[in-house]
Every structure is written in structure tokens, then in C-alpha cells.
Nanobody, 124 residues
């Protein structure tokens, strides 16, 4: 089992950058493929980015490609999401998630472990 804690959210203006971090504790972090999801009010939870267990493969949702970068440090048990050129439509609660079966997956139901989320608000 793994416990996840997100940090780094906040209120920023459009065009700004933010770096979200997810700290993991528990079983060996390198056993988990990791994902970032987000959920805006009244909307379904959406895949943002994912990274394989070794960090060699990354995946992005269409709406963030070219603006967001996911990375992980298995020695430090962290996964990060660098968000650049933020837009008001990026406003959401951002979650870190882990799955220990297979590679990165696109749907929330495929992840077993979740953090509590961190809020990102982008003003226009």
C-alpha cells in the first residue's frame, strides 16, 4: 500500500507556471505507475499526465500537451507536475494517483491509490 500527499497548488494568473509535487510513503515507490488527474466543479475526473514505473515513458492528456511535464524521482519517492502557460480552464482540484498493476492507465478507476488533492486556480 502507498500513501500520497500532493502539494504546490495555488492561485495564479493566466500564463503563469506552477509545480505540483506528490510525496509517496509506504511500499516501494518504483513499483507504481503514477498519474495526475484533475477535476473541475461539475465535471468528471480527467487524466492529465502519467509516468511509467521507471520514468522512461510519459503520457499526456490532449489539453495539456506541450504545457505540462511530469517527472518522478524514485530515490526521493516523489512525482512532480510542472505546469506552464496556465489557462483559466486548467482550474481544478489536482490529484496524484498510483497503480501497481501494469503501466500508466487513462481512467481513474484503474488506479488504486489517491491523494487528497491540491487546488489550482487560474485567473484570467
Amino acid at each position: 500500500q502507498v500513501q500520497l500527499v500532493e502539494s504546490g497548488g495555488g492561485l495564479v494568473q493566466a500564463g503563469s507556471s506552477l509545480r505540483l509535487s506528490c510525496a509517496a510513503s509506504g511500499r516501494a515507490f518504483s513499483n507504481y505507475a503514477m498519474g495526475w488527474f484533475r477535476q473541475a466543479p461539475g465535471k468528471e475526473r480527467e487524466f492529465v499526465a502519467g509516468i511509467s514505473k521507471t520514468g522512461s515513458n510519459t503520457y499526456y492528456g490532449d489539453s495539456v500537451k506541450g504545457r505540462f511535464t511530469i517527472s518522478r524521482d524514485n530515490a526521493a519517492n516523489t512525482v512532480n507536475l510542472e505546469m506552464n502557460d496556465l489557462k483559466p480552464e486548467d482550474t481544478a482540484l489536482y490529484y496524484c494517483a498510483a497503480r501497481d498493476v501494469g503501466n500508466v492507465a487513462w481512467f481513474p478507476v484503474q488506479y488504486s491509490y489517491w491523494g487528497q488533492g491540491t487546488h489550482v486556480t487560474v485567473s484570467s
